[in-house]
């Protein structure tokens, strides 16, 4: 009797140790997926100013540890005032290139402060209202009485993007971008000039402009991957 | 926080590369004037400057001034605007000269330009200018003209900028 309570506690004894695991390290991998959302700085400029209205859909896919394939996607309908006449633009606009993430993350996280390059194309048409010609004051003033269509106008050019992204929430980040652009081609109006065009906004003498961006999106992680 | 400093150069690079330039202030060409030199019809080759010259356009009031830059009270060469939104301007120039009697009096003249306008774009800030093309005159005799003469210098005669003078006057 005695020998078999012994066996049992040395049994109760030794069952804790054999039910011990080893202990595993918790290897922490980086997540890839989709991220997509919007531009919020377009809709909430169109609130104050109903010269400019619009609409950008931002997304990227991480490729590597470092690169994402990035696009945008967008509408734009904006109307200048200049000294002599005004126009309004309006058309639709695709970037889309990489970006490469310098930021080292502490283990983690997933921000990410980042260079990239854009590819960009426009299709848009520009209408010129009220151009009164520019003439010396004293002869009675000429304002053109018809508005001028240009249809299916493009252009292609070339951006260079800096921005980060941080993570507020979970999957969800705020990202704000800026860009340099530079155009490559254009389909110019006739006795006219694409002096604004949609996703490259105000072009300047030198054919160079540049924009800004604030973002809202939701990552879709689909897989990890070793860090 | 670590960020690659192998991107500072070249970003700071970039930036300067892509920087915009400005273009708010109108510096170009607008729309051109009429550049009139005065010859002397007995002497062709040689300048001849007029006196007190002053200058009106047909259903415009007041004298036609641009700070003596032309209009001085001494001067062999004018320039004026044409209208832009005719295709006839009728010019008044009046000077002044010594009668008979040795008498400082007016002499007015009048002429009419006849043109096609075209309108050209610019610039952002300068916007649209008209040029004239195919420009033709009509002298009104008076039997009382100082203007003896008056000729293109080309034919035809398109005033598009103000490099040089469009039309001679021999006085």
Same mark, same amino acid.
């Given at each position: 009797m005695l020998k078999f309570i012994i066996n049992i506690i040395l049994f109760l004894v030794f069952i804790p140790t054999f039910s011990q695991e080893a202990e595993t390290e918790e290897v922490y991998k980086d997540r890839y997926g989709i991220r997509f959302g919007i531009d919020v700085m377009q809709p909430i400029y169109s609130l104050f100013d109903d010269k400019k209205n619009g609409l950008e859909i931002v997304g990227d896919y991480r490729i590597t540890k470092k690169l994402f394939i990035a696009a945008e996607l967008g509408y734009n309908d904006t109307a200048t005032y200049e000294d002599f006449y005004n126009f309004r633009t309006n058309g639709s606009y695709i970037k889309f290139g990489v970006d490469a993430n310098v930021y080292k993350n502490w283990i983690g996280m997933e921000n990410l402060i980042y260079a990239g390059l854009r590819y960009g194309f426009s299709v848009f048409d520009q209408t010129l209202n009220e151009v009164q010609i520019n003439a010396d004051p004293f002869l009675p003033p000429q304002t053109l009485p018809e508005s001028i269509n240009y249809n299916s106008l493009n252009a292609s050019w070339v951006s260079i993007v800096f921005g980060i992204k941080v993570e *507020? #929430?979970?999957n969800v980040f705020l990202g704000f971008s800026v860009s340099g652009n530079k155009l490559i081609s254009s389909k110019e109006p006739e006795n006219f000039k694409n002096l604004f065009i949609p996703g490259f906004n105000k072009v300047f003498v030198n054919s160079n402009g540049y924009g800004f961006n604030y973002t809202i999106t939701y990552l879709i992680p689909f897989y990890k991957k070793d860090h | 926080m670590k960020i690659n400093k192998n991107l500072l150069i070249p970003f700071s690079i970039i930036m300067i590369f892509l920087s915009c330039e400005k273009d708010?202030?109108?510096?170009e060409e607008i729309t051109p004037y009429l550049i009139i030199r005065f010859y002397d019809i007995?002497?062709?080759n040689n300048f001849k400057k007029v006196a007190n010259i002053r200058v009106e356009l047909a259903g415009i009031e007041g004298f036609y001034e641009d700070d003596e830059l @032309?209009?001085?009270? #001494?001067?062999?060469s004018i320039a004026i605007p044409i209208k832009v939104t005719d295709d006839i301007t009728g010019f008044k120039l009046t000077i002044s000269e010594l009668d008979v009697d040795d008498n400082l009096i007016d002499n007015q003249d009048n002429f009419e330009l006849f043109y096609d306008r075209e309108n050209i774009y610019v610039s952002r800030s300068c916007g649209y200018k008209t040029v004239y093309n195919n420009v033709t005159f009509q002298l009104e005799d008076d039997?009382?003209?100082? *203007?003896?003469e008056m000729e293109a @210098?080309?034919?035809? #005669?398109?005033?598009?900028?103000?490099?040089?003078?469009h039309v001679k006057i021999y006085n």
């Open positions: *507020v #929430l979970h | 708010d202030i109108c510096i007995d002497s062709p @032309t209009i001085k009270p #001494l001067t062999d039997n009382d003209n100082w *203007v003896k @210098t080309e034919s035809p #005669l398109n005033i598009t900028n103000q490099t040089s003078a």
